[in-house]
């Protein structure tokens, strides 16, 4: 036996038997094994290659369309899940008199309030020491949630929905009572003291689905890759 026959790097053998589906496996790394030993090249070139080789079949094979779009699923919802966090922790320890007296609070622009200054200089003096769990805990969107999952799992097995309208489906019904305190600070004149409980319905309700939401989407992108 030659032990000095040249071979592979191990590691990049092993990740190609961890990630490949057992059905191509042996056949993509048999022919790259191949070329590698009827290869001419240095053994630091041929290693290059290999490694070079493996990163891309590996990158092929698991990042799919699905993983990709679940990737970036769960991305978005944490980094939403945090600013609306930041943004319910910014209402209630806040006491800065300038950052209420914005138009935005009542006059259905709300939407201002997470571009303006007040809030991301809040996000990055790190106020998170004065977090508490009652910030979130609010019985109407608790209720809506309820709601609003109920309604999406009932109508996902009585239509057989895509993954296209589920997606549709799910922010449909966390925007709704964001939309609808919108609607309502546009539609009538609300004093500013009046208008903190339709605000954590608008943010807390939000905050509620996005994970679970989040959760069931992945969980059906890869049932359809499956």
């Known amino acids: 036996m030659n032990n000095n026959k040249p071979h592979p790097p191990r590691l990049a ?69 945090g600013l609306i966090a930041y943004s319910i922790l910014f209402l209630s320890v806040a006491d800065d008199p300038v950052s209420f007296q914005k138009a935005y609070w009542t006059d259905g622009n709300f939407h201002q309030f997470f571009f303006d200054e007040p809030l991301w200089q809040f996000i990055g003096a790190n106020n998170l020491s004065q977090l508490t769990i009652d910030m979130f ?27 296209s309208k589920q997606l549709l489906a799910a922010v449909i019904l966390i925007l709704l009572p964001y939309v609808g305190g919108v609607a309502y600070f546009s539609l009538n004149e609300v004093a500013l003291n009046q208008a903190g409980p339709i605000l954590a319905l608008m943010l ?7 994970l679970p939401f989040t959760h069931l989407l992945v969980k059906e992108l890869k049932a359809v890759q499956a």
Request: charged share 15%; net charge neutral; aromatic share 12%.
């Open 13 to 81: 053998l092993w990740l190609l038997d961890v990630t490949l589906p057992d059905t191509v496996k042996d056949d993509i790394t048999g022919d790259l094994t191949e070329e590698y030993c009827g290869s001419t090249d240095t053994g630091l070139t041929k290693n290059k290659w290999f490694w070079h080789q493996t990163i891309a079949t590996c990158w092929r094979f698991t990042m799919t369309k699905q993983k990709l779009t679940s990737i970036g699923l769960a991305t978005l919802s944490i980094l939403l899940f």
């Open 137 to 163: 805990i609010h019985l109407p969107s608790l209720v809506w949630t309820v709601a609003a999952l109920g309604l999406f799992v009932l109508v996902k097995k009585q239509f057989a929905l895509s993954f």
């Open 204 to 210: 807390i309700s939000a905050l509620y689905l996005l």
